[in-house]
Every structure is written in structure tokens, then in C-alpha cells.
């Protein structure tokens, strides 16, 4: 009868050749082999198909322990040298039936003088054989390597069961098995030369080791299993069944001089010449076994089993190792760089791109020129990618190309398989401490097994040549994970990652999360991205934190939790109105306070120190007050430049929670009085009208510490915001009035990014997960339409994931998990409305695109309560939904006493809602998306593009960039050239004076310096009905006045927004001159020049800037149907009257005035903002044009006051009284 062998390791080097040798020299032997995947087991029977394969790792004692029941003899190799509980398995399992037990250590274990002196590259002197030294190895001390499961071996022998151990120094040689098919110590040896390009030896490299060939040590393993089946045979066993696998002795020095000639002589490296490291600088260079000694001589096995080792001896091995970890790192074989060859490669990449301007040569040109001697293939491509994104100025082309090249480049680098992948990222072992520290959780690991055919099969690699460069850049400087430094996801492993680890085993709907965000109709925060599917999945973007107690206790408990939330990757925004300001008593101490600016630079502290989940981001608080507190003015001073280091908080982010009465006496040029909350308690607590009758009954009573002008106070809040971008403003009542959580209590606080309005109270942090919908992803080019209904549809698959999303998040503290499952918030928000005006030729400020932002949100609002109501059927509604306005019929709209459009049934809808309820308390928030509207290729959130020309900077250098759009446009207009480019450069990023750019195109391409920001403004109170949280509204002014901004405010606050402000954004104060631009070019230069040759027609398939339609035509509108829509999917058609709450006033250009010009200059993974301009990039002063609502007037050059009172006239003369009927007596106008 055939003997039964059991065998794990098989997919090793060591188990995979012994599976080879074995099976080819007894066919008839029946062998069960251990396998992890499904996968690995497919490639192993490929190979061997009459091995029977057994599903499991060195964890399934279930598995091991079945199998060893049933075999006669058991070949132990999976990590059999360190490997615990598979070592215990296999014993237990033994005891009780009997049998044979081969297992693998490792001469490895003979170190331990080297290690415990620091001795490495030195030869120790000690010496052991397995025959007279035989008790000396079975009794090593226990700190030896390995020792540790050995001694488990030999206690498991006995007269039932046999055991032998045996121990190999370096192996070298190519396996001949399924999977891994070389050695670790030479090999990773040359990987560390090659990586570091530099020859590298421990001390002298004195230090000796004995070797054996791979395929000399499979026949000692094959010779010690034909001894079993005969009963044992000639071989020794348990006590004096140890092993030493040897064939020979030699000095690692020879070998690292070996590995850094030949990579010398290859071009590899620069020199032959080796450096000294010792055990302390060996990681990230070389394996640290390579500066041991391992001198085990073995007599044992050719003295009873006659085993007569034949093979060559490493040192002739050197070349092939060389050149096997050369080709792993890019290198290529020997392979010459040749002008040709790069160009070869380029082209290959440039399918479908315009051959008019594409242009590979020229790119090889510039690649050429970086060349030098063993540069590898992996340089290359990076060098070629970078080029190309220079060139991006010149045709829109290039951008696409640039990020082929470089997701050419990371494919070749990585696994193909996602299963593969994640097996990688879950058995990862921590270089320092040799302990597993997987960066996959093992529900999802197991996941992704269960169903790694399905999952793999899903993929689509070539959507990851969909990104721009930049987007490329920032997933993989940031999102994509590492092994050891190295990146080792693709862009579509991450995306699946990130589904598998919402969905779990639920594949058909990871499958469409899959699709739709590889396919960039959506994309989870960054949280999320960071962190699904790994052992700490904290998914969530933000926590509202509320002060524990006024009290040493309370305050530094809130520091922990911030602290705990922040190391998780949150953003933070914290309330602090009811701690006690400068000068209050403090009772249990008979002191005095200091008040909220020395607490502050704690926090402040805490937020540099923790960064937002392992230097992925900084971390970011953001400091909630408001301004009756006592200690206001110095808040405000916190983040300015000037003054005393220790009043300054410059790393929090400020914001004000605005009641209603504070400007309300602004507007009427009153008194304000300031409180210390510890004396006049609960103004935090109440809002409306209970806010206004306590503050004014503490007025009564004389509570004030202060009684001020409130436009002083106003006064500092606008130079703070002036010179620092802060305070961001958020009006508590409209926060309140129009919350579903207003039946939980006082909302005391937004969050860091101003656009989520929830509860929070010392026992509940609120949280907020969130996703923002890509919106140019739903415009129908074709037919010059958006389609609605795919819109609906994706919101409510979003809906759906934020709500696993909150039952499988890691909270960071119990009352961020208490608030979540309590009131189950989510947030939805957009990026790229910026985009999906022009990709429906609409300028921003048109009635058309007007209406259609309306209808948008109003999608995403409908699509949101009908996912949540669903839920709720199914779940039932959140915990704290009875009193909620939502359960008694009143949506957001409501609140803002709008009527919506007929584009969707709402009565029906809320029908459905008094019946069942809804899941969510709310649901629509639009945040900045920053990054993920960069990696997308989408500008960010519902803002107009900021510049159509700017800098953006990556690892790599800096890249101008040009509005993708326009620059389609004037290259297919036939006026695209260097000179167009120079003078928008010129212009500050603008088209507007440039004569021969039509009047529609600069309509078109407008920046928010050139829309008025009354639009801005209006645009977002229209939306704001449709929009239960907040949205993340910033304010841009190119030459800020504090009446302009007065201005900007009481019109966001009597539109009745909630977020009157997040950033403000200003342009540069002054303009040097650009010297990146020939001035006297741009006096003579034509912007014409480039139609010397006609129109010139785009001849490669066509696309657009983001990659998601191919066009982008003039809207077309289908004749009206009853309900008011071409059809539900489509466009509609626009009223003839607008409604009321869409700003009627047509746009019409108006000759500008000379002022700055404006470039932005972008760190990777942040939009482009109006930040202050590098003075080589400037030039004199010319301004952005600025346009006026209303009837066209005449065109004439205007002086600053002038300007300024015309910016005001946009504005209904009663937003501001005190400015005009009040002026000596306003601090803005006096004087």
C-alpha cells in the first residue's frame, strides 16, 4: 500500500522542490499538500495534479490536525522553524495516532554567540557536527533561534512516533516548485546592493557559514522519507534524528565581494568596491544572518542514508542571483538604454492620444538626457512620466500620457492578482521584531480568500490608466499601501480593498462599490481610503467634540480623546464657550484662571505631536467659540504672525458660532456685552429666541465682564480674517433652527471643515462618515443632458455603504461610538460642479447653471432619504428619530420655506417617511475634497476653478498645470501656443482680456476672482434647502476691504446659510515681476500665431479633461414635458422665470481695472488655491476683470473707491445700515 505523506510548505522554496523531487521519483506516493488560497492550490495542481490539496495555513489546527491523522509520514516545512501553533498541531495530532514527523529548522540556530556579542562579520571559532556534537545541539540554550520549536519536536518523540530535525545553512540554487523558487540569504543580499547601489559586507566578512544546494538537500529529505516507509531504516530518530544538511563551508566576505563585482561589471552599481555596515545599519541593506557565524558540519546523513551532495557551491551562483533580483527591481537583463528602445516604450502608450501634438521622441529626447550607467528601466519610466507632465502645458494630451507611463511603471513593480496582494499586505512581518504585524485584517483576508476567483476576476486594470498624473501621484504618495517602503497596491487593488472592507462577504455589492468608484461616479473620504479592510478600520472623517467639564479633569480628558482621535485619522472640531475665562475664580484652589488661551497651546501641541493616522496627514483641530466669551479678542489674535510666541496657537484652525443678536447688533451699530461663561452659565446651552432673552436678562443683572461696540469686535474679526484666512463663521441659529437633531439638544459646534452641523454633549462625540459623488460623471455629452436618474441611483448605493460603514468602524473613544449608533449620521457632498458646468458648456454664473445646481442637490437629497427610508424598512429608523423634525413630516426645504422643483415626488416620498421612517438623521453635507477631487482630475467641491493657469507641486518637482478644459479648447480653436500661454501667465490665470479668445469662451472660463461673489453666495443659499448639514463655503475677495467683506457676511447670513464662511481667500497684496515671462515678447506677441495653419482638428479618439465622457457639447434642450423635465434622466428645460430663489441677473463682461495678478502654487494632494504667489511667477500689477449684475453699463476705467462702492451696490442697501446711515460712527467708515 502507498505510504501517506502529509507536506506543508509546498509553495515555499524548500517544500516546493521537495514536492518536485519527491513526486518525480515516487509517483505512486499519496501526497496531501497544505495550502493557504484556493488560488495557490489551483497553481500547485497545475504543476502536480495528483497531489490532493487541503485548504488552510499554520492557524488551522483543525485542518493540520485532520491530515496528520491520516498520513504515515509528515514533512514539515511552512515556517516549521519559528511557527508555534502548527508545530503544537502536528505533536498533539501525533501523540495520539503515531507516525513519522520530518521537520525543518535551520543551522540558523547555531548563531547565537554572534548575536549575543555583536560580533557580526567575525568568525566566532565555534564549531558543532551532528554526529559526536549530537547532545550539544539537542541541548542548546532556549534563547537559541528556533530553539523554541525544536524542543517541541523532540518532546513529541517517542516510541509511537518518530521524529527527525533537520537543519540546512544557506540554500542556494533555483527551485523547482509552484511558487517561490529562490533562497533568501544571497538573494536578498544582492537586492540590498542593487537597492542601495553600492557594494556592502559585515566588518571583515570573516564570518563562515556552511551551504547546500536545494537540490542536494530535496534528495536528504526524499532519502529520510524512503527510511519511514521501511520502519525507519538506517536513519536515526528523535534524540539522535538531527541533521545537519551541509556541503561545504565558505566566507559571506567572498560572496558580497562576488555580488558587488559582478553588479559593477554589469553596470549595476557604480563600484566594485564593498563598505563596511555593522549589526546596527543592517536593515534596509542586508540580512542580518549574513554577518553570522554557521558552522554545523553534518555526518550524519551521509554516513546512514549514504546522501552524497553534488552540486556547485554558491560562489559560481552569483551571476544568476544577481541578475534574478535585478530584473525584480526594473533593471532589466544587461539591458543597454537605447534611444529607440525608450521611444518604443512611449509610443506603445500613446494609443488614442492627438499624433499632431503627442509627441514620443521628443519626450526621449529629454530622457536621454538623464541617462547614465546602469540605470534601471523602473528610473526610466519615472523620468519619461515626469517629462510628460512638463509638457502638459502644451496639449492636454500629455497629462494622459504622463500617467500611463507612470501606471506602466508601478504595474510592472507589483502583483497582478488582488488575492496575492492582500495575502502579502496580512502576512507581513515587521523587519525590526520578526513579529507578524499584518496591514490586512483577517476578516477581510479570509474574505478575499473565500471568494478570491470572483473578487480577482472583477477587476479592470486598464481603469487605472484613467488618472491623471497628479491623481496617480497623490494615491500613490499617500493611499496606495507599502511593504517595506515599497508600494505594493494598485490603484484598482486599493478601490476593491476598500469595498471588500465595507461589504465583507456580501460580493455581489463590493462588486458594484467596485465598479462605480473605479469608474469614478464616487469615492469614499480619505479615512476610508486610508484605512478599509485594514486591522483598524477607522473610517471616519470627522468628530465633533464637546468639553468635558470646565476642570483639570474635563479639559485633559478632552485633550485624550482628541489626541485618540486624531492617531485614527480624524479631523476635530472642538467647542470650548463654557470654559471659564482670564480672571474667573476657581473654587477648588482659591485661584484665578488663566483663561482659554494657555489651554489652547496644549491643544495645539497635541495637534502637532498626533498626526492624523501615521504621517498620512497632519493633525487638525479646529477651536469653536462664541463671541460673548470674555476672552474673544484673544482668541482671534491666536494664529496671526505678529506677537508674543506664548499667546499664539498657530496650528488650530478658529471659527466663531455666531448667534443671531451679535449681528443683529452689528447691523445696528449696538453694544455687546462679553460673559465669562463660569458666571454667566447656559448662553452655550439655548438658542433663538432663549438665548436672546438669558443674554439680555445677564445684561440686566450686570453679569458682563465687558460692554464694547459690537463693531469693534466686528472690526477684529475682519482684520483676523484678513491676515490669516480665520475665523471660520457659522451662525448658530440657522444651525440649530434648521437641524433634524434639533430635538437632542443645543448643537454647540461644527467641524473642522465647517459643512457637518451635529450634536455633541460630554458623553457623545458625533461622527461623520462620508462620500462625495463625482458630478461631471453624470453628464451625457452626447445628448448635452445630465442624467438625473443615474445620479439618484449611485446616491442611494452611497447611502448604503455609510451605513455599514458605521456598524463596522473602529470608534476611538465609546462616545464617538455611542453618538454614531444612536443618531447614524452621514454625509454626503460632490466634487467637480466646476466641471459639469463646462462639460455642458454653461458658465458658472449662468440661470442655466444656476438651475441645474438646484436640481443636483435636489437629486441628492431626494436619492439619500428614499436609500434611508428603505433601510429603515428593512433596520428601522435611528435610535433617536421620534420628535426629530423628519418624523413629523418636515424635511430641510421646509425649514428654508422652499417649494422643490417637479423633477422628483416628494409627497410620495414623504409618505413613505411617516410610515417607516428614515435610518439616518442626516445625510447631505458638501466638504472641500481636497485630495480626492485630485485624484478624481475634478476641481474641488461645488467651487469654480480658481486659475486657469497655476503650479502644482509633487516629489518630483513643480508642473504649471492649465484648466484642461480651456486648454482642449483653445487647442482645438487653434490658439493654443506658448505666446497664449505666456500671456495668461501674465494675466494671473486669466482669459479675459486676451482679444482673440471669443466672448463665449471667456464666459466659460471665468475664475471665482471673476465672478461676483454675491453668486457664489446666492448659489449656495439655493442648494442650502436641499442640504440637511452644511457645506464648506469659502469666500474669495482679490482685494478684500473690510466693507466687502462686511458685505459678503450679512448677505450669507440673511440668505440664512449656515456656514457663512470657511476660508477666506485673498489675492497676493503686491505683484513682482514674473520672470518666467518675456515682457517685451508679450508687447509684440500675436496669440493668433498658432492659427497660422487653420483650425486644427483633434484626430485621436476623443476625451475629455477627466477621462469619464468624450465630449463636451452645448446643452440641448428636449421640448418640455408635463412634468417639467425632457425626462427624468435628462436636463431640463430651464423656466422662462427661474425660480425665486436662482439669481435672475445675466452676466455681462466689464473692462477691468490694472490690479495683481493671481498664480496658485499647490502642495500634491491640496487644491488649487488662492495662495500667495512666488515673485518669479509674477508681473506688474493687472487685475482679474469684475463684473456687475444687472444691466450692462458703460465701460471706463473706475478708481479703488469707486470699486469698492460698486462691489457694495450688488448688495440690498440694507445688509449693512450702520455703513451708510451711520458712518462717523462705524469703526469700517470712519475717517
Excluded at 988 to 1005: F, R
Excluded at 1201 to 1208: G, K, L, N, V
Aim: charged content about 25%; glycine content about 8%; some cysteine.
Amino acid at each position: 500500500m502507498a505510504p501517506k505523506l502529509f507536506v506543508t510548505g509546498v509553495t515555499g522554496f524548500i517544500g516546493g522542490d521537495f514536492l518536485y523531487a519527491v513526486s518525480h521519483k515516487h509517483p505512486d506516493w499519496v501526497i496531501t499538500a497544505l495550502v493557504r488560497t484556493q488560488q495557490k492550490a489551483d497553481n500547485v495542481k497545475k504543476q502536480f495534479p495528483n497531489v490532493q490539496i487541503a485548504i488552510g495555513d499554520n492557524e488551522s489546527e483543525e485542518v493540520i490536525g485532520k491530515e496528520v491523522a491520516k498520513a504515515d509520514i509528515v514533512f514539515h516545512f511552512a515556517n516549521s522553524a519559528d511557527d508555534e501553533p502548527s508545530a503544537k498541531a502536528i505533536s498533539a495530532a501525533l501523540t495520539k495516532t503515531g507516525g513519522f514527523w520530518i521537520h525543518t529548522s535551520g543551522s540558523y540556530i547555531i548563531t547565537r554567540p554572534n548575536q549575543s556579542f555583536d560580533t557580526y562579520g567575525y568568525d566566532d571559532g565555534e564549531s558543532y557536527d551532528d554526529w559526536d556534537g549530537i547532545t550539544e545541539l539537542t541541548s542548546l540554550p532556549d534563547d537559541a533561534p528556533h530553539r523554541g520549536i525544536d524542543k517541541i519536536v523532540l518532546a513529541t518523540g517517542s516510541d509511537k512516533v518518530k521524529t527527525a530535525i533537520v537543519c540546512p545553512p544557506t540554500i542556494h540554487g533555483v527551485g523547482r516548485g509552484p511558487d517561490n523558487r529562490h533562497s533568501a540569504q544571497a538573494n536578498r543580499s544582492a537586492e540590498g546592493v542593487l537597492r542601495n547601489k553600492k557594494g556592502l559586507i559585515f566588518g571583515e566578512g570573516k564570518n563562515v557559514w556552511h551551504q547546500v544546494h536545494v537540490h542536494d538537500l530535496s534528495d536528504l529529505y526524499v532519502a529520510l522519507g524512503e527510511a519511514a516507509v521501511s520502519g525507519g531504516g538506517a536513519a536515526t530518530w528523535n534524540e539522535k534524528g538531527y541533521y545537519l544538511a551541509e556541503n561545504g563551508s565558505f566566507e559571506w566576505g567572498q560572496i558580497l565581494r562576488g555580488i558587488a563585482k559582478y553588479a559593477h561589471e554589469q553596470g549595476y552599481i557604480a563600484s566594485g568596491e564593498v563598505e563596511k555596515i555593522d549589526g546596527s545599519e543592517a536593515k534596509g541593506h542586508l540580512p542580518l544572518t549574513v554577518g553570522t557565524t554557521s558552522k554545523g558540519t553534518g555526518y550524519r546523513a551521509r554516513k546512514l542514508l549514504q546522501w552524497t551532495p553534488s552540486k556547485q557551491p554558491l560562489i559560481k551562483d552569483i551571476p544568476d542571483v544577481v541578475e534574478w533580483e535585478a530584473s525584480k527591481l526594473g533593471y532589466g537583463r544587461k539591458e543597454r538604454v537605447q534611444f529607440d528602445k525608450i521611444t518604443a516604450r512611449v509610443s506603445r502608450l500613446c494609443y488614442g492620444l492627438d499624433p499632431e501634438h503627442v509627441d514620443a521622441a521628443a519626450i526621449t529626447q529629454k530622457v536621454i538626457s538623464g541617462v547614465y550607467q546602469g540605470v534601471t528601466t523602473v528610473e526610466l519610466d519615472n523620468l519619461a512620466a515626469e517629462t510628460a507632465a512638463y509638457m502638459t502645458v502644451t496639449h492636454p494630451d500629455y497629462a494622459i500620457l504622463a500617467a500611463r507611463i507612470a501606471v506602466s511603471n508601478l504595474h510592472k513593480q507589483t502583483k497582478k492578482q488582488f488575492s496575492s496582494v492582500i495575502s502579502d499586505l496580512y502576512h507581513y512581518v515587521n523587519p525590526r521584531n520578526k513579529r507578524p504585524a499584518p496591514m490586512i485584517s483577517k476578516d477581510t483576508y479570509e474574505t478575499v480568500l473565500k471568494h478570491a476567483d470572483e473578487l480577482n476576476s472583477a477587476i479592470v486594470y486598464d481603469r487605472d490608466f484613467n488618472y491623471n498624473f497628479f491623481g496617480f501621484k497623490t494615491l500613490e504618495r499617500s493611499y496606495l499601501l507599502r511593504i517595506d517602503g515599497k508600494v505594493a497596491e494598485r490603484p484598482q487593488h486599493m478601490i476593491m480593498r476598500v469595498a471588500v472592507g465595507i461589504h465583507g462577504d456580501d460580493t455581489e455589492k463590493a462588486i458594484e462599490t467596485y465598479n462605480l468608484m473605479s469608474q469614478k461616479y464616487f469615492t469614499h473620504a480619505s479615512p476610508t481610503l486610508f484605512s478599509a479592510g485594514t486591522p483598524n478600520p477607522q473610517l471616519a472623517s470627522c468628530f465633533l467634540v464637546d468639553m468635558k467639564d470646565d476642570s483639570i479633569e474635563g479639559i485633559y480628558d478632552t485633550l485624550k480623546t482628541c489626541a485618540m482621535i486624531s492617531k485614527n485619522a480624524g479631523g476635530i472640531g472642538l467647542n470650548i464657550h463654557r470654559i471659564r475665562s482670564t480672571g474667573s475664580y476657581i473654587g477648588g484652589t482659591n485661584g484665578t484662571s488663566n483663561g482659554i488661551v494657555p489651554m489652547l497651546r496644549v491643544f495645539n501641541n497635541t495637534a502637532r505631536y498626533v498626526d492624523q493616522g501615521g504621517n498620512k496627514r497632519p493633525g487638525a483641530f479646529a477651536i469653536y467659540l462664541e463671541p460673548w466669551h470674555a476672552d474673544v479678542f484673544e482668541f482671534l489674535d491666536l494664529r496671526k504672525n505678529h506677537g508674543k510666541e506664548e499667546i499664539r496657537a498657530r496650528d488650530l484652525f478658529l471659527a466663531l458660532w455666531i448667534p443671531d443678536l451679535f449681528m443683529k447688533r452689528v447691523e445696528q451699530n449696538g453694544e455687546w456685552t462679553l460673559f465669562c461663561p463660569n458666571e454667566a452659565s447656559g448662553l452655550a446651552d439655548v438658542y433663538g429666541e432663549e438665548f436672546e432673552a438669558l443674554y439680555e436678562q445677564y445684561e440686566k443683572e450686570g453679569r458682563g465682564r465687558k460692554t464694547i461696540k459690537a463693531q469693534k469686535l466686528w472690526y477684529s474679526i475682519l482684520e483676523a480674517q484678513t491676515e490669516t484666512g480665520n475665523p471660520f463663521m457659522l451662525y448658530k441659529d440657522a444651525c440649530n433652527r434648521k437641524s433634524n437633531q434639533k430635538n437632542l439638544g443645543t448643537i454647540r459646534s461644527s467641524n473642522l471643515c465647517t459643512e457637518i452641523i451635529e450634536y455633541s454633549a460630554p458623553d457623545e462625540v458625533a461622527v461623520c462618515n462620508l462620500a462625495s459623488l463625482a458630478l461631471p460623471a453624470y453628464v451625457n455629452a452626447a445628448a448635452g443632458e445630465y442624467d438625473f436618474g443615474k445620479l439618484h441611483r449611485v446616491c442611494q448605493v452611497v447611502v448604503r455603504n455609510l451605513n455599514k460603514i458605521i456598524n463596522l468602524n473602529y470608534y476611538p473613544v465609546p462616545e464617538a461610538k455611542k453618538s454614531n449608533f444612536r443618531h447614524r449620521p452621514i454625509g454626503l457632498g460632490v466634487q467637480g460642479l466646476a466641471d459639469a458646468f463646462l462639460a455642458l458648456r454653461l458658465p458658472f454664473d449662468s440661470p442655466e447653471a444656476k438651475q441645474l445646481n438646484i436640481q443636483i442637490f435636489e437629486t441628492i437629497y431626494h436619492a439619500a432619504l428614499t436609500a434611508s427610508c428603505e433601510l429603515a424598512k428593512e433596520l428601522g429608523p435611528y435610535e433617536t428619530y421620534p420628535g426629530s423634525p423628519v418624523s413629523q413630516g418636515i424635511l430641510q426645504y421646509d425649514m428654508w420655506n422652499i417649494t422643490p422643483t417637479d423633477l422628483w415626488d416628494w409627497e410620495s416620498l414623504k409618505a413613505d417617511i411617516a410610515q417607516h421612517g428614515v435610518r439616518n438623521s442626516l445625510l447631505v453635507a458638501p466638504m472641500p475634497t481636497a485630495s480626492t477631487s485630485q485624484i478624481l482630475g475634478n476641481n474641488e467641491c461645488f467651487e469654480p476653478y480658481t486659475s486657469n493657469i497655476y503650479s502644482r507641486r509633487v516629489l518630483a518637482g513643480e508642473f504649471q498645470v492649465v484648466n484642461p478644459w480651456l486648454l482642449k479648447d483653445l487647442v482645438d480653436m487653434g490658439l493654443w501656443s506658448d505666446n497664449m500661454k505666456n500671456r495668461i501667465i501674465a494675466d494671473g490665470g486669466s482669459i479675459q482680456n486676451i482679444p482673440n479668445i471669443p466672448e463665449e469662451t471667456k464666459a466659460l472660463y471665468k475664475t471665482v476672482w471673476e465672478i461676483p461673489q454675491r453668486v457664489i453666495v446666492q448659489m449656495a443659499a439655493d442648494r442650502g434647502a436641499f442640504i440637511d448639514q452644511s457645506q464648506s463655503l469659502n469666500i474669495h475677495l482679490k482685494d478684500p476691504s473690510m466693507g466687502k467683506i462686511t458685505s459678503m457676511h450679512f448677505a450669507g447670513w440673511k440668505l440664512g446659510l449656515k456656514t457663512g464662511m470657511y476660508y477666506l481667500r485673498t489675492m497676493a497684496a503686491s505683484a513682482p515681476i514674473q520672470f518666467t515671462v518675456d515682457q517685451e515678447q508679450l508687447k509684440v506677441a500675436d496669440t493668433n500665431i498658432a492659427r497660422v495653419n487653420g483650425l486644427k482638428k483633434r484626430v485621436g479618439a476623443p476625451m475629455s479633461p477627466s477621462g469619464n465622457y468624450n465630449a463636451v457639447p452645448r446643452p440641448m434642450y428636449a421640448s418640455k414635458l408635463p412634468n417639467g423635465v425632457s425626462n427624468v434622466n435628462g436636463m431640463p428645460t430651464p423656466e422662462a422665470t427661474p425660480p425665486a430663489s436662482t439669481e435672475q441677473k445675466r452676466f455681462s463682461p466689464k473692462t477691468s481695472k490694472v490690479t495683481e495678478p493671481f498664480q496658485a502654487d499647490i502642495e500634491e494632494g491640496d487644491s488649487p488655491r488662492a495662495l500667495a504667489t512666488d515673485p518669479k511667477d509674477l508681473v506688474k500689477e493687472q487685475a482679474l476683470p469684475e463684473a456687475a449684475l444687472g444691466e450692462t453699463k458703460a465701460q471706463e476705467e473706475d478708481n479703488e473707491t469707486d470699486s469698492e462702492e460698486r462691489e457694495q451696490d450688488i448688495y440690498n442697501s440694507k445688509v449693512i445700515a450702520c455703513s451708510i446711515e451711520n458712518r462717523e460712527a462705524c469703526v469700517m467708515c470712519s475717517g
